[in-house]
């Protein structure tokens, strides 16, 4: 099984944002204060699918057809399609992240405060998917599956 690397926020080098703004006599301040003005965060990107790839969202079985016919007991199917679902998760935040680089009509402030956004995201889903990973490994060692179905489950996993 492969080795996942994982992002941290630590070393993401993306300073975490206060979720409450504190006045310099570190008492709360009001949202609606003029005090200090803050960034508001707008949603400005949006993702449009092609007929190709709804008709293939709609198809017969879905991305996981492989893994219900492929005669593994169940437990190990639902963490194979668990693994595949974080991981196109994690696919698709990072293209969120390269849109929101690339959108013309956002300042850098905001691409920054909405790529940390999405980097906490992937974060999320990064030990999420480590956790899939451990936990199918745990099982696959367990299950005293057979040679072929072994290679089946690492040919499965790496199949995205």
């Known amino acids: ?16 944002l206060p979720e409450t703004f504190k006045t310099s006599s570190g008492n709360a301040r009001d949202a609606s204060s003029t005090e200090d003005a803050t960034p508001t965060l707008v949603e400005g990107v949006k993702v449009s699918l092609s007929g190709a790839s709804i008709e293939k969202s709609a198809g017969a079985g879905g ?8 005669g593994l007991p169940e437990n190990i199917q639902q963490l194979l399609k668990m693994i595949r679902k974080l991981q196109k998760e994690i696919a698709e935040k990072k293209a969120l992240i390269e ?16 790529a940390a956004s999405l980097r906490g995201a992937i974060a999320a889903l990064n030990t ?11 099982v696959v060692g367990q299950s005293g599956l057979s040679a072929d179905q072994n290679l089946k489950v690492g040919s499965l996993l790496m199949k995205n």
């Open 63 to 70: 991305d996981n057809r492989d893994i219900e016919e492929s």
């Open 99 to 114: 849109a929101v680089m690339a959108d013309k009509r956002l300042t850098n402030e905001e691409k920054i405060i909405k």
């Open 1 to 16: 099984m492969a080795a996942i690397g994982t992002l941290s926020p630590a070393g993401s080098d993306v300073a975490a």
């Open 128 to 138: 999420g998917l480590i956790t899939a990973n451990l936990a199918l490994s745990k």
